[in-house]
């Protein structure tokens, strides 16, 4: 008997001894973490004035571990405009110190005399880009939707993440339909992670506006602003000294002054806000609908497998074609079905 308890503690300990030096890809597989294509389809349907009462005592808030869908084209042009910023700004430091008096090169004038290099994007690797329309799957679907009488697709956008476990999982800002002023019909955030399986979460308003013309405040919460937009105020206020310490964090708040403040300047009030907060739990590479008597959501998970690194094109800072030229492809492992 001593002999078989000696046996099965040794057996025990080299077990733990190979778990622990297994390399990291080992428990990525085991968790079923691993790259993903995410697509999502956010609409409006119309409403049953027959339905139930939307209750008004809802919290809307956008969480403190966000991260900004961003648009390629967009994130270019702004690298762009730092660049050039930063170009400009060495050209007055060496006018300063050499006591040039020659006028100082603007970015306009300068964006000639020396070459902007920026960081490229590439669509095949990085995160978090929306992608092109042409590389989604669900188009078809977002056409048939649209075709059904007082349906509205709000948002629809395909973008590609590393999915890892909820504790570190970044909350995806979300808006679309129409502008109001500062805010969005839809807002919100969502959030996919994973464990066993899949899982979506959403915490998202859709808000129905009216003009605000000076009518005493309703029962509806204020809308928070959107955290890149209040980073962006900031940044305007404080001519480029703050302090970045915990400032993503700090963005999503919104403190109560900011918030009377931005009620009484704001050009519409909400006149009806519905939620749309829920956790699924889904499987790779099916279609998933999220049901709500105002709103509807589909989502669709793909197993990404993502490419090399390669050089960039030169002259190329959107390497759209590395992305052209890749398609989605089941991953050989324990991400490819995620069966229970």
């Given at each position: 008997?001593?002999?078989?308890?000696?046996?099965?503690?040794?057996?025990?300990?080299?077990?733990?001894?190979?778990?622990l030096?297994?390399?990291?890809?080992?428990?990525a597989?085991?968790?079923?973490?691993?790259?993903?294509?995410?697509?999502?389809?956010?609409?409006?349907?119309?409403?049953?004035?027959?339905?139930?009462?939307?209750?008004?005592?809802?919290?809307?808030?956008?969480?403190?571990?966000?991260?900004?869908?961003?648009?390629?084209?967009?994130?270019?042009?702004?690298?762009?405009?730092?660049?050039?910023?930063?170009?400009?700004?060495?050209?007055?430091?060496?006018?300063?110190?050499?006591g040039?008096?020659?006028?100082?090169?603007?970015?306009?004038?300068?964006?000639?005399?020396?070459?902007?290099?920026?960081?490229?994007?590439?669509?095949?690797?990085?995160?978090?880009?929306?992608?092109?329309?042409?590389?989604?799957?669900?188009?078809?679907?977002?056409?048939?939707?649209?075709?059904q009488?007082?349906?509205?697709?709000?948002?629809?956008?395909?973008?590609?993440?590393?999915?890892?476990?909820?504790?570190?999982?970044?909350?995806?800002?979300?808006?679309?339909?129409?502008a109001?002023?500062?805010?969005?019909?839809?807002?919100?955030?969502?959030?996919v992670?994973?464990?066993?399986?899949?899982?979506?979460?959403?915490?998202?308003?859709?808000?129905?506006?009216?003009?605000?013309?000076?009518?005493?405040?309703?029962?509806?919460?204020?809308?928070?602003?959107?955290?890149?937009?209040?980073?962006?105020?900031?940044?305007?206020?404080?001519?480029?000294?703050?302090?970045?310490?915990?400032?993503?964090?700090?963005?999503?708040?919104?403190?109560?002054?900011?918030?009377?403040?931005?009620?009484?300047?704001?050009?519409?009030?909400?006149?009806?806000?519905v939620?749309?907060?829920?956790?699924?739990?889904?499987?790779?590479?099916?279609?998933h609908?999220?049901?709500?008597?105002r709103?509807?959501?589909?989502?669709?998970?793909?197993?990404?497998?993502r490419p090399?690194?390669?050089?960039?094109?030169?002259?190329?800072a959107?390497?759209?074609?590395?992305?052209?030229?890749?398609?989605?492809?089941?991953?050989?492992?324990?991400?490819?079905?995620?069966?229970?």
């Amino acid at each position: 008997m001593i002999e078989v308890k000696t046996l099965a503690r040794t057996l025990a300990t080299g077990l733990a001894m190979v778990a622990l030096s297994a390399p990291p890809w080992v428990y990525a597989q085991a968790n079923h973490e691993g790259w993903y294509q995410v697509e999502v389809i956010v609409y409006s349907r119309p409403l049953d004035t027959s339905a139930e009462t939307w209750p008004t005592d809802i919290t809307l808030d956008y969480p403190l571990n966000w991260q900004e869908l961003r648009n390629p084209e967009t994130e270019i042009a702004q690298r762009e405009e730092r660049a050039r910023a930063k170009q400009q700004e060495r050209q007055n430091l060496q006018n300063n110190y050499f006591g040039d008096d020659r006028p100082t090169p603007t970015p306009e004038s300068a964006e000639g005399s020396q070459e902007i290099t920026v960081e490229p994007i590439d669509l095949a690797r990085d995160a978090f880009f929306e992608l092109p329309a042409d590389e989604r799957s669900l188009n078809a679907v977002a056409k048939r939707v649209a075709a059904q009488p007082g349906f509205d697709i709000l948002f629809h956008e395909a973008w590609r993440q590393y999915v890892t476990a909820e504790a570190s999982a970044p909350w995806i800002l979300i808006n679309g339909g129409k502008a109001f002023g500062e805010h969005f019909e839809l807002e919100g955030s969502i959030n996919v992670n994973v464990s066993r399986y899949l899982h979506v979460f959403t915490d998202l308003w859709f808000t129905e506006f009216q003009i605000n013309a000076g009518q005493s405040r309703n029962q509806w919460p204020n809308l928070p602003v959107n955290p890149v937009k209040r980073l962006q105020q900031w940044e305007e206020q404080s001519n480029n000294s703050l302090d970045y310490s915990n400032l993503m964090a700090d963005a999503a708040q919104t403190r109560p002054e900011d918030a009377l403040m931005e009620f009484l300047e704001a050009p519409y009030l909400p006149a009806h806000i519905v939620k749309l907060e829920q956790q699924r739990r889904m499987r790779s590479n099916e279609l998933h609908y999220v049901d709500h008597p105002r709103l509807g959501l589909l989502v669709k998970i793909t197993p990404y497998k993502r490419p090399a690194k390669t050089e960039p094109l030169a002259g190329n800072a959107l390497a759209v074609g590395a992305s052209e030229s890749t398609t989605l492809q089941p991953v050989a492992s324990a991400t490819e079905n995620l069966q229970p």
